[in-house]
């Protein structure tokens, strides 16, 4: 019985020890699948990054190129010369919503011919554009502002501004686009990014910080996620892991050049893996997200082939460990059978009787016979025959 239980209990130290190795190789599993996909944030974080750059500064160049172009024309005044400039202008620029010169204290004088005059807003009175269009008015950089919905355009953009000077180094307009929201002439290449991950581009306004432009959303949640600052408590969960992945907060990544990662939730409360830099030329923070969630199939599939090897495994091992029981069963019968038996006749011996004795007396019979043979001169079989013989004759 004793080595019954030790043997079923080494079995079982056995299972216990393959399961405990088949959750240790998922969790390794798992860190190596983060650190792929991290690796994979990482570069589509650079790509963007170029990418956008490379954009922002061909339209930066574009602005300065046409606005000084309609000052010679005196688009101030807003003439027909001018508009078919600024008209043809955006035909060849298809990331643009349109165009507009302003004047310094906010008054867009020259529009393209896709925007209602009507509806213009004072860039200087509107909360959206107001902070952006004083900034444009003092840097030689292009100047990104908050993305909002303009009516006269009919659409969602995100604005960009690039003030112009005379030959003084004084403001005299400041040139203004938008670059739209839409997924096929975005400004950011959204093509690089997979379908697992989603693009976040924000920018902080006072103590605030704004989504520029997210990836993957319906329109319906525009107003939503563009009019209204990014929920702090969404905001501390970046910062704190950011603190401790990398020792750094966002105010911190924003005096440092390279990608930092972390784990947080997104937007929508899920767990997700992210990478992050910030541009400071356009003071824009790129930040591509992935849920973790979405690496669960992956994992999935290396989880059915532990289970597999897991079935096989302890399927063979209970196979070889019943098998060992049987041969260890076999093992006591016959040793209990020559503990009562004797080894020449395989007759029932001395100590069999006892047993018997003892089994008689537990079930109350009192009285039995005992049957007793000699055999006479039987050590002369064996000294004149030999040993072989005398034991042919006891069988």
């Excluded at 020792?247 to 997700?272: H, M, V």
């Excluded at 591509?288 to 599939?301: D, G, H, M, T, Y």
């Amino acid at each position: 019985m004793f080595l019954d239980k030790m043997l079923w209990r080494t079995f079982l130290f056995i299972v216990f020890s393959s399961f405990l190795t088949a959750a240790a190789m998922l969790y390794l599993k798992w860190e190596d699948l983060k650190g792929e996909t991290v690796n994979s944030l990482a570069s589509t974080n650079q790509l963007i990054r170029t990418s956008t750059s490379a954009v922002l500064e061909l339209q930066g160049t574009v602005l300065s190129v046409i606005g000084h172009r309609l000052l010679e024309l005196n688009g101030l005044q807003d003439n027909p010369e001018a508009r078919t400039i600024i008209s043809e202008a955006l035909e060849k620029n298809p990331k643009l919503a349109g165009f507009g010169l302003a004047d310094i204290d906010g008054n867009l004088v020259l529009t393209s011919d896709n925007l209602d005059r009507q509806s213009l807003p004072n860039l200087l009175e509107k909360p959206e554009t107001a902070k952006s269009f004083r900034e444009a008015l003092r840097t030689n950089n292009m100047v990104l502002g908050r993305t909002y919905f303009l009516p006269a355009a009919g659409m969602w953009l995100m604005p960009a501004r690039f003030r112009l000077t005379d030959k003084f180094g004084n403001t005299t307009a400041v040139m203004t686009t938008g670059f739209t929201l839409n997924a096929q002439n975005s400004l950011f290449n959204i093509q690089s990014v997979p379908d697992s991950m989603h693009l976040v581009i924000a920018r902080q306004e006072d103590n605030n910080y704004y989504r520029q432009y997210i990836s993957g959303v319906s329109e319906t949640d525009y107003n939503q996620l563009y009019n209204s600052p990014i929920e702090q408590v969404v905001v501390d969960r970046f910062n704190d892991a950011l603190v401790k992945e990398n020792g750094l907060s966002l105010e911190d990544i924003k005096q440092q050049q390279g990608i930092y990662f972390g784990t947080s939730s997104n937007f929508r409360n899920e767990d997700a893996l992210f990478a992050i830099q910030y541009d400071p030329k356009y003071k824009i923070f790129i930040v591509v997200i992935q849920k973790q969630a979405s690496l669960i199939p992956e994992l999935k599939n290396s989880l059915l082939w532990l289970i597999i090897l897991l079935l096989v495994f302890n399927t063979v091992l209970f196979t070889i460990f019943k098998q060992i029981e049987k041969i260890q069963q076999r093992s006591k019968e016959d040793l209990k059978f020559q503990a009562n038996h004797d080894a020449l006749t395989q007759l029932p011996n001395r100590n069999y009787l006892n047993k018997i004795n003892l089994s008689l007396n537990k079930t109350g019979i009192k009285k039995f016979s005992l049957g007793f043979l000699d055999l006479d001169n039987f050590k002369s079989a064996n000294d004149f025959h030999g040993h072989r013989i005398g034991d042919l004759l006891l069988i």
